[in-house]
């Protein structure tokens, strides 16, 4: 019987989150921190830099997983305002910039 895989969002610790993060797919934060040093695409200048965290909203983040075994998820959908992923979009904008484009939003539901 196999871990179910978890998803993690890989950053710089120095820098934040906001200027670049990917999601990883692993057993647990140790692997996937691990995975991230030595496949993620972000770059840091310190050992210590390298930074994951287990994202709520497990079952939300599922979808997104490309198959049953660990890895880095790197097609995904962004808000086209800030480039951000992990929100449900609004017509291929994220929660925070629909609520900051009040006069400009588009007429009818959601497509998330």
Not at 51 to 62: E, G, S
Not at 89 to 99: E, F, S
Request: aromatic letters at 12%.
């Amino acid at each position: 019987m196999s871990k179910e895989l978890k998803a993690y969002m890989g950053y710089n610790r120095e820098a934040g989150a906001c200027e670049g993060a990917e999601l990883i797919f692993h057993h647990t934060s140790r692997e996937a921190c691990a995975m991230f040093r030595s496949q993620g695409t972000i770059d840091c200048d310190e050992f210590i830099d390298y930074a994951v965290t287990k994202l709520d909203n497990q079952d939300w983040f599922a979808h997104f997983k490309a198959k049953d075994e660990p890895h880095i998820q790197d097609d995904l959908p962004t808000c086209q305002h800030c480039d951000t992923w992990g929100h449900i979009l609004y017509y291929g904008i994220c929660q925070a910039c629909w609520d900051t484009l009040e006069p400009d939003k588009p007429e009818g539901g959601t497509d998330d």
